[in-house]
């Protein structure tokens, strides 16, 4: 069964980064587009980063600029490093496949305080 686990995240005061990690169990992996999505409290999941198998990325708006999205596949890890964060990136992020989503992992929790 393919499993994701995000780790790195924590508590941060705005201004400061984080570089959050995703393991990929399985062999789909380097042949795959992946993401990431974070979910605010009270709010859906939104989509943050993608990356193709050829390393094209794209970035929600809110996010350009301040995070790099970035893969590993020696190591089957996905990366989202975060500058500049700001009190309105806090939530739980999680990374998925981009296309043939497989149950989500539990994420990992960023806190940017003010």
């Known amino acids: 069964q393919v499993q994701l686990v995000e780790s790195g995240g924590g508590l941060v005061q705005a201004g400061g980064s984080l570089r959050l990690s995703c393991a990929a169990s399985?062999?789909?992996?380097?042949?795959?587009?992946m993401a990431w999505y974070r979910q605010a409290p009270g709010k859906q999941r939104e989509l943050v980063a993608s990356?193709?198998?050829?390393?094209?990325?794209n970035y929600a708006d809110s996010v350009k600029g301040r995070f790099t999205i970035s893969r590993d596949n020696a190591k089957n890890t996905a990366y989202l490093q975060m500058n500049s964060l700001k009190p309105e990136d806090t939530g739980v992020y999680y990374c998925?496949?981009?296309?043939?989503?497989?149950?989500w992992g539990q994420g990992t929790q960023v806190t940017v305080s003010s």
């Open positions: 998925n496949y981009f296309f043939g989503k497989v149950p």
């Open positions: 399985g062999s789909r992996f380097s042949g795959s587009s």
């Open positions: 990356i193709t198998t050829t390393d094209r990325t």
